[in-house]
């Protein structure tokens, strides 16, 4: 049985089949939007039935985890202003790291394409620091987890949530030196979008990129800003609401199918932790808000529980109550994204027309005058602190909303 007949529109792309096919006969291969499916060579799979028995979206595991839920940030400033959110991630590394372990995360290659490896030197964690708004390439990572293990190494993997089932499906069993992360995950967009868009990026400035940072913290913490920093040194810098990837990526127009019926996500995850931005620091913990980040973290098991222990030493923690917080933050954590409608209008686009093209027939306000004066308006309003105080109040707002849907009754 071919694996993507029975999956189709629902895979994820994990490549968990492709790391367990005994003859090497799955391969992943891009499809007209850039996402990367399964292909069986059929002269040479023997029926085996593996790639079925690790697919997370054809054999879902259940759990019984009791998750804990905290505000954390990393004590070290500078290394948290280039995490994404407060540094969490880069605490586990090190803690792992420390053990003489190995720490797998998603980097960009020399090309700036998304893909997983790993690190054994904490000089290295910045590669894996920062969300990349593309889905990563996993390869053949999870043979090389399996590989660490098995010679008694420790080992962090972190990814998406169906990255993470995908590992542990793979695996079979948890392994006591193995911790697994997991992300609040909206959705993974197109590798292809995201070729064409640094396509654009040097073909407009004329100038090779030498690096790409997501959600760079312009404005502070929450101002989810793109950055692309050339090879002369020069920058450019635009956020959510200007920036076509940042665009076309918040109003789900090029994320995976498979992410608007997501079988992974939930409140209760196997993986050890699950990490994500907590955009109500201000009223749970005011004195967590010093406008540089802080992480949400569910630790979700008792190995877990005793290695966070550790971490410590590393961090400034306050406890969370998880009940309430799942309310208030559950639309990442649990519900699937809502595509947009224009989405396939969008694909059917992308190979005719200019990203300069696509931004101006599916968002032509960015080009109205009105949207210009406020670009020109927001780094005064930062500097001022009026910027921090709009975003206090319309984080507040949105809590209260999303509180009021999640308890309609309360």
Not at 104 to 128: C, L, M, Q, T, W
Not at 224 to 233: E, L, P
Not at 367 to 384: A, W
Not at 397 to 405: G, N, T, V
């Amino acid at each position: 049985m071919n694996i993507l007949e029975s999956v189709k529109k629902d895979c994820c792309g994990c490549s968990a089949c492709m790391n367990s096919c005994p003859r090497n006969c799955i391969t992943m291969q891009p499809d007209g939007e850039g996402f990367l499916y399964p292909n069986v060579d059929e002269k040479l799979c023997v029926d085996c039935g593996r790639c079925v028995n690790v697919c997370p979206v054809l054999k879902e595991k259940k759990t019984d985890n009791k998750p804990k839920a905290y505000l954390v940030r990393n004590r070290n400033k500078n290394l948290r202003s280039t995490s994404t959110s407060g540094g969490f991630f880069a605490a586990a590394a090190e803690f792992v790291l420390d053990q003489g372990g190995c720490v797998f995360g998603a980097g960009f290659n020399e090309n700036f394409d998304v893909v997983h490896s790993y690190i054994e030197d904490p000089k290295d964690i910045r590669k894996f620091n920062r969300s990349k708004y593309v889905q990563s390439e996993i390869g053949l990572t999870y043979r090389k987890v399996k590989e660490f293990l098995e010679k008694d190494r420790t080992v962090l993997f972190s990814g998406t949530p169906c990255q993470v089932e995908g590992l542990l499906n793979y695996l079979g069993r948890d392994h006591d030196k193995l911790y697994t992360m997991d992300i609040i995950c909206k959705g993974v967009p197109s590798p292809k979008f995201w070729r064409k868009y640094l396509s654009w990026q040097k073909k407009k400035s004329k100038k090779a990129i030498r690096e790409v940072r997501f959600r760079e913290k312009t404005y502070g913490y929450g101002s989810t800003t793109m950055r692309v920093i050339f090879s002369d040194g020069s920058q450019y810098d635009e956020p959510y609401d200007v920036d076509p990837m940042l665009q076309f990526y918040s109003k789900e127009m090029i994320s995976r199918p498979s992410c608007h019926n997501c079988h992974c996500k939930g409140k209760f995850r196997r993986s050890s932790f699950t990490a994500g931005d907590y955009w109500y620091v201000s009223g749970a913990a005011p004195r967590m808000d010093d406008g540089i980040g802080v992480s949400q973290v569910l630790v979700n098991n008792e190995k877990a529980a005793a290695a966070f222990e550790k971490m410590k030493k590393y961090l400034d923690t306050e406890p969370l109550d998880f009940d309430n917080d799942s309310a208030i933050n559950g639309g990442m954590m649990v519900g699937s994204a809502r595509p947009s409608p224009r989405r396939d209008e969008m694909f059917a686009d992308l190979d005719n027309m200019s990203v300069y093209a696509l931004q101006k027939k599916y968002f032509p306000s960015t080009f109205k005058l009105k949207n210009r004066i406020k670009r020109q308006i927001r780094p005064i309003m930062y500097k001022t602190g009026l910027l921090k105080l709009y975003k206090k109040r319309m984080r507040r707002i949105q809590s209260e909303k999303s509180f009021e849907r999640q308890n309609p009754e309360a």
